[in-house]
């Protein structure tokens, strides 16, 4: 039974020098290299692989960087000089919003702290 590893943060030049360490060994071993250091198997070969693509810059910190791709437009709202693009962007996004919503059985009426979400569900069916 393999034991939790714990969640150290390191620098890229700590992970460099663990990598060069491991590909250094006459018998290269990604468990032995990864229970030395105290990090998940599944981690280390990531940082070798993004070092060997991409080098020490491969092995900077992620952490809060990536974009989920949800909400790629967030920012759009409030940008003060849109250009024509951004505002027809931002045009059919609110009325896909508004699509979705619908075929979910709902409204938003009003707007801030009065805004509500009416049910349709009464008004789409047949009498």
Do not use: C
């Amino acid at each position: 039974m393999r034991t939790k590893k714990k969640n150290t943060m390191r620098s890229p030049k700590e992970k460099e020098m663990i990598i060069l360490e491991y590909l250094n060994d006459q018998h290269p071993s990604y468990r032995k290299t990864a229970d030395k250091y105290e990090i998940a198997g599944s981690s280390f070969k990531k940082w070798k692989k993004a070092y060997l693509e991409f080098g020490i810059d491969g092995l900077r910190s992620q952490t809060g960087k990536k974009s989920h791709g949800f909400n790629h437009l967030a920012g759009l709202r409030n940008k003060k000089n849109k250009t024509k693009e951004e505002e027809l962007r931002l045009k059919v996004m609110k009325l896909e919003i508004e699509v979705a919503r619908l075929k979910k059985g709902y409204q938003v009426k009003g707007v801030g702290s009065k805004k509500e979400y009416v049910t349709i569900k009464d008004l789409n069916t047949k009498s």
